[in-house]
C-alpha cells in the first residue's frame, strides 16, 4: 500500500538529491506540494471517496500541464487550475518523471537572470563524462549549469572536446 511518505521519496528520486525541492503538507492531510524557486511545480492529493491518488499540475501562472506528455491520459474529475492526472501505485508514477523534469528545468531556465555564455572552466571533464557535470550538484549551481550553452549541446549529443569528440 502507497502513503505520501512513500509517494514523496519516490518522486524525490527523479531529482538529483542536492536540488532543493521543498515539500508543503496540506493542512487536511490529504496531500502535499512539490515548489522550487518559490513556485508549485505539482501537488499529490488523494480522494478517499474515490480511493485515488491524483497528481496535480497548476495551469497558471505558466501552463506547465502543457508539459505533460501526450500519451498520459487527464482525470476525466477536474478541479480548476490544475490538470489532474490518476494513479494507484508508485510504479505508475515512472510515466510522469519525464515530464517532471521538464518543467523543473522550464523553471529553472525562465526564473533566473543570469546570461548565458560559452562554457565553463570543466568544458573538458564535462565533454569526458558526456554530461554537465556541475548540474545538480546544488540549486545555484544547477541554474548557473542551465546558462551554460555548451550543455544544451552535451544534451543533445554533441561534443566538441575531449575524448568523446565527435563533432568539428
Known sequence: ??????????????????????????????????????QMIFRIKYSKKNAVYYLEIPEVPTDFASM??????????SIKGFSRYEFSSLQELDIFSPSLQK???HM?????????FGCCHRYV??????????SGSDEDTT????????????ENGKIFYGKNRNTD
Do not use: H, W
Not at 108 to 116: F, G, H, M, P, S
Not at 125 to 134: P, Q, R, V
Open 125 to 134: 571533464e564535462c565533454s569526458d563524462a558526456m554530461k554537465c557535470l556541475l
Open 68 to 77: 505533460i506528455s501526450e500519451d498520459i491520459q487527464v482525470s476525466s474529475t
Open 103 to 105: 518543467i523543473y528545468n
Open 108 to 116: 529553472l531556465n525562465q526564473y533566473t537572470d543570469r546570461e548565458q
Open 1 to 38: 500500500m502507497i502513503n505520501f511518505d512513500k509517494i514523496y521519496n519516490y518522486l524525490c528520486s527523479f531529482y538529483p538529491s542536492t536540488q532543493r525541492i521543498k515539500r508543503s503538507d496540506f493542512d487536511k492531510s490529504d496531500g502535499f506540494s512539490f515548489s522550487s524557486l518559490g
Open 143 to 154: 541554474i548557473f549549469s542551465n546558462s551554460c550553452m555548451y550543455k544544451e549541446n552535451l
